[in-house]
DNA sequence: GTGAAAGCGCTAACAC
DNA sequence: GTGTTAGCGCTTTCAC
């Protein structure tokens, strides 16, 4: 193992100065052909790599960007990771990647290491933090899964979310249309930033067909998931409370609700029609198959790391709050047969 | 937003210099109790953070560490990196990923890509590149799911994987147990390093029972999943090869081929057993759920981050060859009532 | 079209 | 116990 090499390395091989093989590399500047052909074949021969760190201290950031999720082993955020690491990496990009299990003060650790490594941009999931404060934070930021005014955003903050509203208004078009007439919904833990668009274009989309949903059908637990939703269901039943159908604003709350109402001998959807969010993999195993919004992770992924690009490199962007479509899945715990 | 404050600020402000300002900061050489103390309150005060690029570039490498994976969107690899992106995080170090999606080129690439970026260390999960280039590269090295002979391990190469072999004779031993005398295993695909330790560990164990497991019950498709297990399984039955027991080497094979059996209306456990691998969360949402063989995600991540951190303080190690057990999680697709 | 040289922010000799 | 200084590898002004 050699010496690593550097510039200085082909500089000397081709008799030229640090100063000529750089701007080569960097396709800046004047050069003559003959010398790029030397420089580029030394540069082959040598098998020269720039060395990044010394990049990113003279243009003071690296070219990573960093990424911000709760937590990378649920499917739709690794969907979208999946999906935009792949198109950053095309671009000469790498992704530094934090969890925070959904803990504000996490996530303010991690914009401080993050903010030490000089990254060209952050990447922030389903973050309920303060927005306020990445205005003022030099690098630029791309919100997923969460809706921002753009007219609040500075030019360094931007947001891709999925079509919440329009989500939550699916759900309810297809529970009525399965004969509900007393949907519940269950949100994600309050501080979701996605809760209160879904939420509000469910309400919305009962209301045009004439309902007006109470708010005592509105189901907000502290705790997102599988577990919460059962517990939630099996209170719901026993108390009595009147209701023929939910939409649960996670695949993982849909698939809860199923068990227990399976486990009740309740049948879905003759009498309780379920409407689930997401659409991920699980959500084709419920019993019975789950009916669901999908969500488009791999359009997100990309336009998100567009997005990021373009601010990266001061190129105009066409907007700073891109919403991605939904769309209905139907699969078998909607629209009872007789109907 | 004023320039970003360095160490010559803290220096200029404590009326000491630079050199001191650095020892305090990384706790080495000597100096007062009293300059200590100015110096931690100017950093206080003014907010100072150590410029991470220009550490990076003075010792030649960077706190980050490199991880490769076919996929985050695969849940037991996901589960494995939010474990170990923890740990790492901890210490000071982050995680820069990249998906190779099974492709050895991708993976070329990519390491190409690390050495660029001067990582401390590399992790590199599921890989079916040729090992000896790791021996050969200064930066450590762990791989996970990948056995290596430790004799053949320089000392920047280790390995941390499931008893393979061990799920494998487990799994042999609860289909015998199950009733099952000629079962036949769907392995991922061969390229897989994992295959050869499963699918020995599941001959061993039959053999250790007596029986003989020929060549023809081992299906090794090119491609791992779902879908292709529904077709092999599809396959196997219209075949007429008489079989009573399959181990689906991944949980997803094993829900496929479940799906078909189920939809040829053959009953199990009663007419053929089922084991999966990995445990993942979807085994529990089988018909009927499944019983399978669980793998210690968590631990798999924390024995990585432990390794990999040794290796790059340069502390000797236990072992560059770990083994993280397994276990039989028995659900309802095997043991037939009637045994 | 090319070279010399400064400097990004930090650490570690080395001197005192 | 503290200061001076070289230099990590690169890019970019400024000369010529």
């Known amino acids: 193992m050699g010496r690593t090499v550097t510039v200085r390395d ?14 080569v590399i960097n396709n800046n500047g004047r050069f003559s052909q003959e010398t790029e052909h030397r420089v580029r074949a030394a540069i082959e021969e040598l098998g020269y790599q720039p060395n990044q ?18 937590s990378i082993a649920n499917e739709f955020y690794s969907s979208v990771i999946l999906s ?9 990009f790498s992704i530094i990647i934090y969890n925070t299990n ?19 941009g952050i990447i922030s999931v389903n973050s309920h933090e303060d927005v306020r404060l990445a205005l003022d934070r030099p690098v630029p930021t791309v919100y997923i899964d969460r809706f921002l005014d753009p007219d609040e955003m500075g030019s360094n903050v931007a947001s891709v979310s999925s079509d919440n509203f329009a989500s939550g208004k699916l759900a309810a078009e297809e529970l009525w249309a399965s004969g509900s007439r007393h949907p519940v919904t269950i949100t994600p833990r309050p501080d979701a930033p996605v809760t209160e668009m879904r ?42 409370y009147p209701f023929d159908g939910i939409f649960a604003q996670t ?17 879905v959807p003759e009498e309780i029609a379920v409407v689930g969010h997401d659409d991920i993999m699980i959500a084709q195993f419920g019993r019975p198959p789950l009916t669901t919004i999908h969500q488009d992770a791999a ?34 715990s909607t629209r009872r047969a007789d109907l």
């Open 10 to 23: 082909i500089a000397e091989k081709c008799g030229v100065s640090v100063a000529t093989v750089s701007r």
């Open 84 to 92: 935009l690491q792949g198109e950053l990496f095309d671009e000469g």
């Open 199 to 240: 939420t509000s274009g469910f309400v919305r989309g009962l209301k045009d067909l004439g309902y007006e949903l109470p708010a005592e059908s509105i189901f907000t637990p502290q705790v997102t998931g599988y577990e919460t939703s059962r517990i939630m269901t099996e209170r719901l039943i026993s108390s009595g």
């Open 299 to 332: 359009q997100i992924g990309t336009r998100t790391a567009h997005l990021i690009l373009s601010m990266v490199r001061d190129e105009p962007i066409e907007s700073n709050s891109i919403l991605v479509p939904v769309g209905l899945v139907r699969r078998e």
């Open 102 to 120: 959904g803990s504000v003060e996490m996530e303010r650790q991690c914009h401080a290491h993050l903010a030490a490594q000089n990254v060209a």
């Open 251 to 267: 695949d993982w709350e849909a698939i809860g609700a199923l068990e227990v109402l399976r486990s009740h001998h309740i049948r």
């Open 53 to 70: 760190m010394a990049r990113a201290l003279r243009a003071r950031r690296t070219d990573a960007i960093g990424v911000i999720v709760p």
